[in-house]
Each structure stands twice: as structure tokens, then as C-alpha cells.
């Protein structure tokens, strides 16, 4: 959520945002319209209801002092009881007002950083870094799906009849690639000073608001029917939201956490129809920083490293992009892109979105910090995803994949595979 006080000083660079983010200019002017007019009524009517309560406070002092003399205080009972009549109706008004303006304040994205380029989609983000070569092999190379059936440690069919489509079953070196990589992340990133962290799967409509899901793509997140619960599609919701309302003594804050997730992949329709890149639900580790505002920019590139740093030593070759204006979330202030080689595309894909997030998530979700000097100000709020697993056990399929139809295991891999180097054939 944007400072109100914000909007109003910088209306005109509010709308600028709203623009390079690709909405449409007719309805970002009105909806900016709409929050500086609601906001004129609701301090028109705080000024008024302010002025009835002065009203009320001299009628009562008054009042006191003709009952001590023993007159006539009819006429002030009048007066005094007209007044709350009026003051209940102006504090319903205003309350309707204020639940509106919120409403209108958590649809308005967030503020993007200066240099995120300005572009329409994602073909126009900035690759800013590369590592590693891409493998030439010397035979064809399978895709995952095809690598995984013969080795008969992925079953998307099997998947499909239990729940439906973009569902699958891992077993056997599948099921233990997975969590050998669920406990590999832990493990690297614990050792960077990051606290592990479990969480719930389900979260309450607040926990949604607070990380910028809701109220705007409610139509993306599996709800409970019946419960006013949803499914997390990322950790990032249940983790940013554990110091919801609350001041936080001790700064920063690192947090990785392992979560199943889940989502719609509304508006997906035809998209990466095979395999498991695209998925209803998926494992990540997904890291969370909560930051002092002086180290917002400095703690985003360090997030960025170390989760560069877990391709690396898994010696998978990656690219990273900075994403363009009309590519960038809608609660981001700026995010980079790290996309990973996939052999049978011939292409990066992506594997993981690293976010800065400025006080925007905070304020939705009132998360504060003491600041040297004593005063409470909004935490900045950080995350990415360290990685998703899927997309790594794809990556590892395919660039490790061999001729005779084996899958090295990577190096870093090999004591959380109970010390087997490949999958398929013979030890």
C-alpha cells in the first residue's frame, strides 16, 4: 500500500507509475481521482465530527456547571442528545468512506524504483548477468517428461487420474531428487544466516492482503469452500505476515522456508502444457528478509547472490534479467529475474523471482521496527524464491541427462542421495 500523504504531494507521479506499469491511462485517472476524492471527504467529515465533539465538551461543561447551581439543564440534554445523533451518523459515514479509500488504496500498485527500464512485457527486461556455458552435447537431448518416464521416476498420467491436469507423482530417485533438494536449500542457506522457518498451508483473507495477493488476484488462489482460508501460492505470504501488527525488536530478519505451494495458473491456458514447469502445486524454499530502510537496496543484491550462489555450486549454467516496468509484480518495487538453462527449450526459463518490495507490504500489514534513534518506522520487506524444485529437478534432468539414459547426480547432491551419483543403470 502507497502513503496516502504520498499520493496526494505526488498525484502526478503516482499516475506516471501507474502508466509504466501498463494500465490503462483512463482508468489509473480515475482511480487515482477516486482515492484523492475520498480522502477530501473523509477529512471534510473528520474536521466536522471534530468540531460537533468541541461542541459537545462545552454543552458538557456547561451542563455541569447549571446542575451545581441547580438550574435548568433541559434545553442542554436536548442539544447534547441532538449532537450524538448526529456524530453516530457522521461516524458511520465515515467509516464507509475509510473501508472504500482502503479498498481503493490496496488495488494501487506499488511505486517503481527509478532504474527499473521502462518496457511493455518480458521481452523487454535487461539481462544483466550470465553464468556458466550451456552443454553441447554430443547426442539429442531428452525433455524431463521423457527423461522421467523412461527412467520411471515421473508419472504425469498417474498424476492427472488422481486430481487432473498439471498434477504429477515423482517416485522412487524422483521422490528422493526432491527431497534432496528440499534439504540441500535448507541446509545452504542456514548456513548463510538464515533461520528455518515452518508454516501453515492455509492462510486467512488478512495474511493475503497483507503480501499484496488479495484483494487483487483472488481469482489465481485456491480458497476454501466454506472457510474464508486459502491455499499459499508461496511462502513469501505466511512468512512476510508473522510480524503482522507488531514491532519488531531485533533487525534484520532472515527466514527460509520450505512450503508446498499452490496455484491457479489462471490465464495460463495452452502454456507449458507438458511436464512440470507449469503446475497446480509444487515445492519452493523461499527466502524472506525483513530489513532496515537504509539496507533495503544493499540486503536485495545480497538476496540475489546467495541464491545465485545455490545454481552455482549446483553448476547449473543461469542468466539473470532485470524485469521491465510492465513486467514487475504488482506489489514490487523492483525484482530481478533468475532463469535457468533448459536444454530441450534452448532457452532460460525461469527459476526464481527476487523482490524488493519497499514499505509496501509493511504498510498493508503494519510490520514496524524501532530505528536507532527510537522511532518507529515501516520495515522494507524482501524475498525470493531459493529455488522452486520442480524447475530444479528439470534443470538437473536435462543438463545432466547421458547418452545411455542416465542422470548424473550433482556433486553438491550426492550426500543427500545416500551417496548414489546417478540415477538410472547401475551404481
Known sequence: MLDLKMIEKESA?????????????????????TILSFNTKRKNLVTETDALKNERNQISSEFGKIKQKGGDTSHLTEKIQDIKKILEEKDKELADIEKELNHLLLILPNMLAPEVPVGKNDTENQKVKEWGIPRNFDFTPLAHWEIGKKLEILDLERGAKLTGSRFYVLLRDGARLERALINFFLDFYSAKGYQEFWSPLMVNRKTMTGTGQLPKFEEDLFKIEGEDYFLIPTAEVPVTNFYSDETIDSMPQKFACFTQCFRKEAGSYGKDTRGIIRVHQFSKVELVKLVEEDRSEEEHEKLLADITESLQVLNLPYQVVLLCSGDVGFSARKCYDIEVWIPSENKYRE??????????????????????????????TLNGSGLAVGRTMVAILENYQNEDGTVTVPEALIPYMNGKR??????
Open 351 to 380: 527459476i526464481s523471482s527476487v523482490s524488493n518490495f519497499w514499505d509496501f507490504q509493511a504498510r498493508r500489514a503494519n510490520i514496524k521496527y524501532k530505528s536507532a534513534d527510537g522511532k518507529k518506522k515501516l520495515v522494507h
Open 13 to 33: 507521479l503516482v499516475l506516471e507509475n501507474c502508466l509504466k506499469r501498463q494500465m490503462k491511462k483512463e482508468n489509473a485517472q480515475e482511480l487515482i481521482h
Open 422 to 427: 546417478t540415477i538410472g543403470g547401475k551404481e
